[in-house]
C-alpha cells in the first residue's frame, strides 16, 4: 500500500492524453467505488476535469453496467433494467425458497446467496451447478439458482455478480457488438489487479482482443477478494 501503483496507472492516462490520444478510447477499471473517485480525481487534477470526465474510468461494475444500458437488448433485457443489490437478491431468494418449501432455519437465504454468488463468480451458471450438485445444501441451492435466474429475467433485473456474466455474454454472442468495444478501447488499464477473478480477466480480454494493449498494476499481498474467486494466477495469463 502506498507504493505507488495507482500514480503508474494515471500518470500514464495523463501521458497519453498529452500526446493526443482520444479520452474515449480509454478504458481504466478497479475494484471499489473510493479506488475508483481517487484515480478520477488523480486524472482530472492533471488535465482538467473536461477531458478527465471523457475517460472511460470507474468500477468494473458502473463501467460494464453502462455498456449494459446500450446493449441490454441483446440479451432480452430492456435498458432500463434493475440493479439488485444484497439485500434485493436475498429478498427474492427467500421468497423462492418458500415457494419450494425449503427451511430457512435449515438452510439460510445468507448462505444459499453465497453460494449462488460465488458460484456465478467461477462462471458456473444454474444448468452446470444442477448437473455438479451431490450433496444435500448444493442440491437445495441449485433449485433456488435456477429459479432465482428466472426470477431476474422475469423482473428485467440483474444482480452485481451479473453485470460482469452479462457483459461477457454480450462480447461473447455478438461479434459486431464485440468489435465495436474492441475497436473502441485502444488502451485498457486496469488497477489493483491482484484482485481479478476469472469473470473479470475474461472480460478484460475480450475488450482487449482487438488492441491487445492491456497495462494492469497490484501486488499479490493486497488481495483481498479471494472469496469472491480472486486469483493472483492471471497476472501471469
Known sequence: AGSGKTRVLTYR?????????????????????????EMKNR???????????????????????????????????????????TDDSLSVIRS?????????QQFTPQSIRSRISNAKNHM??????????????????????????????INNAMDFDDILLNMIKVLQLNPEIKAIYQKR?????VDEYQDTNRAQYLAVQLLAGGHKNICVVGDDAQSIYRWRGADIKYFGV
Open 13 to 37: 492516462i495523463a501521458y497519453l492524453l498529452s500526446k493526443g490520444i482520444n479520452p474515449y478510447s480509454i478504458l481504466a477499471l478497479t475494484f471499489t467505488n473510493k479506488a475508483a473517485g
Open 43 to 85: 486524472i482530472a487534477s492533471m488535465v482538467g476535469e473536461s477531458i478527465a470526465r471523457k475517460v472511460w474510468a470507474g468500477t468494473f461494475h458502473s463501467v460494464f453496467a453502462r455498456i449494459l444500458r446500450i446493449e441490454a437488448e441483446s440479451l432480452g433485457f430492456t435498458n432500463s433494467f434493475s440493479i439488485y443489490d
Open 96 to 104: 423462492i425458497m418458500n415457494t419450494l418449501g425449503i427451511s430457512i
Open 124 to 153: 458456473i451458471g444454474w444448468q452446470q451447478y444442477e448437473a455438479d450438485a451431490q450433496e444435500i445444501y448444493e442440491k437445495q441451492t441449485a433449485l433456488v439458482y435456477k429459479e432465482y435466474d428466472k426470477r431476474l429475467k
Open 185 to 189: 478501447f485502444s488502451f485498457i488499464m
